[in-house]
């Protein structure tokens, strides 16, 4: 059992960086690939970035890509996802993941744990 908590989001203007933590319980974190998804009001969840285990190889979803870096450390049980260049389209409650997958997963479906989700708020 993975529990997951999402902090950092909250209220930035258009143009300026968020970073969210995402700190996991358990002392096997390592184990776990981990991905960040995003829902807006209205739309479905969306995959936004995932990270394999050790952190080699990394995936974005094209809309963050060159914006939004993804990182952990396994040491702290925590990843992170560093958003830059905040655009009032990436509003939405971001959520962290964790699949046992061994590759880089970009469907829900292969995420095992869930956060709660936090919200970030991009204003023009």
């Known amino acids: 059992q993975v529990q997951l908590v999402e902090s950092g989001g909250g209220l930035v203007q258009a143009g300026g960086s968020l970073r969210l933590s995402c700190a996991a319980s358990g002392r096997t974190f390592s184990s776990y690939a981990m991905g960040w998804f995003r829902q807006a009001p209205g739309k479905e969840r969306e995959f936004v970035a995932t990270i394999t285990r050790g952190g080699g190889n990394l995936l974005y979803a094209d809309s963050v890509k060159g914006r939004f870096t993804i990182s952990r450390d396994n040491a702290k049980n925590t990843v992170y996802l560093q958003m830059n260049s905040l655009k009032p389209e990436d509003t939405a409650v971001y959520y962290c993941?964790?699949?046992?997958?061994?590759?880089?997963?970009?469907?829900?479906?292969?995420?095992?744990?869930w956060g709660q989700g936090t919200q970030v708020t991009v204003s023009s």
């Open positions: 993941a964790a699949s046992r997958s061994l590759g880089l997963e970009n469907r829900d479906s292969r995420y095992d744990y």
